[in-house]
């Protein structure tokens, strides 16, 4: 199979990836962390099925990790040292920038964060995109940038991106200097006027829009069907929409797409991550994959175009099942993310 490719916007517009991104969080972000092998072959497996030229864009916290410690990128150093000529193969990007539990825009902050990923990935894999995790708002905006250019022009790392940010937040950045990607949340259950103003802000220019979870962190895969099938201690039972009412209440959103899904002959996941690239040519839907055969899977969705029904459908669903409960911790936890 020949898979689709897009361009990265900003200064990395000349920079080819597969249309659907690996997110890596939950191979290290998990009471069980998956094996070495597992994890090499999931992201082995991504990477060899792309044609030459295109590379597997990445995506790793500097605290992805029960400890909140370096454990991602540390599996990513020993992938890398054993598959070196990957490296090239590959575009990384890495969030970072977080001081005592929030975001620190200060130059002291965010050199000490790029240096600890640096320190953390080894030698075979440079940084290619940075960003902040969330907006420092003690900060201005301005000396966040500046900052973060900065580091570009000391050769930390070659592209910026910024993560959790608002439309009015995104423009300003770019006018300071040209923004990479935006990360933000995009799914069926979590689309709302943030999300589209962000999306449509990025269009207009030429930003890509990183969409994580868009598979409603497993949720929309229909493979979860109660908040006990998860593991005692995983991070998702504290999320407002894992909660089992919420859960049972947001099921007529799976239960809709996985009948449009099966009419296609698609997957649920692959319906899901298919919408989220119907957004625009700039969306990057960023699922999460530990095994090589999801990273697969997902990979293909980038291959499926939707009719103007089918997205009817989907959009008939997502208006008539409103999501309830907010993206994270409660409606004063998630209000601060957009900044």
């Known amino acids: 199979m020949t898979f689709r490719t897009i361009k990265l916007g900003g200064t990395a517009s000349d920079v080819t990836v597969a249309p659907v991104a690996h997110g890596l969080m939950m191979m290290t972000w998990t009471p069980n962390p998956v094996s070495d092998e597992q994890a090499f072959e999931s992201i082995k497996a991504g990477v060899d099925a792309l044609p030459p030229g295109t590379k597997a864009f990445l995506n790793s916290g ?127 259950w979590s689309y709302d006027d943030n999300q589209k103003a962000v999306i449509d802000t990025a269009r207009e220019l030429n930003i890509t829009v990183v969409a994580y979870s868009p598979l409603g962190r497993g949720y929309l895969t229909g493979q979860i069907k109660s908040t006990n099938d998860l593991p005692e201690n995983d991070i998702r039972r504290n999320l407002t929409r894992f909660k089992e009412d919420n859960f049972k209440a947001n099921w007529a959103i799976v239960e809709g797409l996985n009948a449009i899904a099966e009419k296609k ?33 997902n990979l293909k969705a980038g291959n499926i175009q ?34």
């Open 62 to 188: 500097e605290f992805y990790a029960m400890d909140w410690g370096t454990a991602n990128l540390k599996l990513l150093s020993r992938f890398f040292a054993k598959y070196p000529d990957y490296a090239d193969k590959t575009f990384l990007s890495v969030k970072g920038g977080v001081l005592n539990g929030g975001p620190d825009g200060s130059m002291e902050c965010l050199r000490a964060s790029v240096d600890n990923i640096q320190n953390a990935l080894g030698p075979n894999k440079k940084l290619d995109l940075f960003e902040p995790a969330r907006i420092d708002r003690k900060t201005p905006l301005e000396t966040i940038v500046n900052n973060l250019v900065t580091l570009v022009k000391e050769g930390k790392f070659s592209h910026i991106g910024l993560s959790e940010c608002n439309a009015v937040t995104l423009r300003k950045a770019n006018e300071i200097y040209p923004i990479t990607a935006a990360e933000i949340e995009v799914s069926p």
């Open 265 to 297: 002959g698609v997957t649920t996941a692959q319906l899901s991550l298919a919408w989220v690239a119907s957004l625009g040519q700039h969306m990057l839907p960023l699922p999460g994959s530990s095994k090589s055969s999801r990273t697969l899977e």
């Open 306 to 339: 939707l009719t103007p029904e089918e997205l009817q459908a989907i959009h008939e669903v997502i208006t008539a099942n409103p999501t309830v409960g907010d993206r994270y911790f409660g409606s004063d936890e998630g209000a601060h993310l957009w900044g």
